[in-house]
Antibody, heavy 120, light 107 residues
Framework: EVQLVESGGGLVQPGRSLRLSCAASGFTFDDYGMNWVRQAPGKGLEWVSGLSWNSDSIGYTDSVKGRFTISRDNAKNSLYLQMNSLRAEDTALYYC?????????????WGQGTQVTVSS | DIQMTQSPSSLSASVGDRVTITCRASQGISNYLAWYQQKPGKVPKLLIYAASTLQSGVPSRFSGSGSGTDFTLTISSLQPEDVATYYCQKYYSAPRTFGQGTKVEIK
């Protein structure tokens, strides 16, 4: 059974950092692209970042470029999102999602999400 | 960046009705378009990708069409369990933008 379990969320002050993790199981992790999608309270889905199976192809939404870094460790079946210089507008539920293929196809499995709240 | 615009933002229809949701891209995206369903309090679920390919396990009352800039998601006969918010997404290149969502309710 495919499982994606996010962790690392919490309450953090503006300007501080947080590192999210996503532990994957039930499939061959390095066969698939992986992504982070967020959803602010009561709002729609926002794609944050994604990377290919071998990390050769990486993308970010404009609002996080230069502040967030996506990475993966295929040996540990894990995906990460390093979030620096956090802002109030980064407050959201952050989902880890698996692509249908090794690159950027849509997302067939999602975790339950980890909540990030940026507030003083 | 390419913008994705859905219409309507919300709709109310009766059980058994045919429901159509539109998604428009600000530039052509070929058929690199997906549709997701998100029920209240739940994780999004992939319904359709490549504009018209039904994801495994999705009921056949859901269908998608379109190419280039204009796409549609159709529910041929609305069921109570289809109450949800539906999102389109372009996915070929970054940023892989979602539409703003269409909330579907039962009348």
């Amino acid at each position: 059974e495919v499982q994606l379990v996010e962790s690392g969320g919490g309450l953090v002050q503006p300007g501080r950092s947080l590192r999210l993790s996503c532990a994957a199981s039930g499939f061959t992790f390095d066969d698939y692209g992986m992504n982070w999608v967020r959803q602010a309270p009561g709002k729609g889905l926002e794609w944050v970042s994604g990377l290919s199976w071998n990390s050769d192809s990486i993308g970010y939404t404009d609002s996080v470029k230069g502040r967030f870094t996506i990475s993966r460790d295929n040996a540990k079946n894990s995906l990460y999102l390093q979030m620096n210089s956090l802002r109030a507008e980064d407050t959201a539920l952050y989902y880890c999602a698996r692509s249908l293929d090794a690159y950027s196809f849509p997302y067939d499995y999602w975790g339950q999400g980890t909540q990030v709240t940026v507030s003083s | 960046d390419i913008q994705m615009t859905q219409s309507p933002s919300s709709l109310s229809a009766s059980v058994g009705d045919r429901v159509t949701i539109t998604c428009r891209a600000s530039q052509g995206i070929s058929n690199y378009l997906a549709w997701y369903q998100q029920k209240p309090g739940k994780v999004p679920k992939l319904l359709i990708y490549a504009a018209s390919t039904l994801q495994s396990g999705v009921p056949s009352r859901f269908s998608g069409s379109g190419s280039g800039t204009d796409f549609t998601l159709t529910i041929s006969s609305l069921q109570p369990e289809d109450v949800a918010t539906y999102y389109c997404q372009k996915y070929y290149s970054a940023p892989r933008t979602f539409g703003q969502g269409t909330k579907v309710e039962i009348k």
